[in-house]
């Protein structure tokens, strides 16, 4: 229902005031669990686009911590979420997640911990082109 959304996304906003600088990126590398722990909370696309945006805009060292604090788990389970729905909503959410995914430093090590590779390879049955062109380069 509109008003569950609603209060999440108000509930989410909330939460960031206190994570977020002037930027909408995570302010400090210690904001960057907190803000993990919110994401695995979220449910609504709306606010789930909220969340992509702040890690749209996140530092190299943000990034760097989102990998080092098993953020890749988090990602992946909203990976897994997203894929198969063909809703344009989920489809505008996978682009917008892969994108944050290709600019994460991910290394082999890394990989090891989550799924993701095999989320990713999920995805290249997808019927969308648009996501497989992001796949593909």
Not at 71 to 92: A, D, I, Q, S
């Amino acid at each position: 229902p509109k008003v569950k959304v609603d209060q999440e996304f108000q509930q989410l906003q909330e939460k960031l005031k206190y994570l977020i600088d002037t930027s909408g990126s995570l302010a400090r590398p210690d904001s960057v669990r907190p803000f993990l722990k919110t994401m695995i909370a979220t449910e609504s696309p709306k606010s789930q686009f909220l969340c992509l945006k702040v890690l749209l805009k996140s530092t190299p060292l943000i990034r760097t911590r989102i990998v080092e604090e098993n953020g890749l788990k988090v990602l992946n389970v909203w990976l897994m979420k997203f894929t198969g729905r063909t809703e344009p909503v989920y489809t505008e959410l996978l682009s917008s997640l892969l994108r944050i995914i290709l600019n994460l430093p991910i290394k082999a090590a890394s990989l090891k911990t989550c799924s993701l590779s095999q989320s990713v390879k999920t995805l290249l049955g997808h019927s969308n082109s648009q996501l497989k062109y992001l796949i593909d380069t």
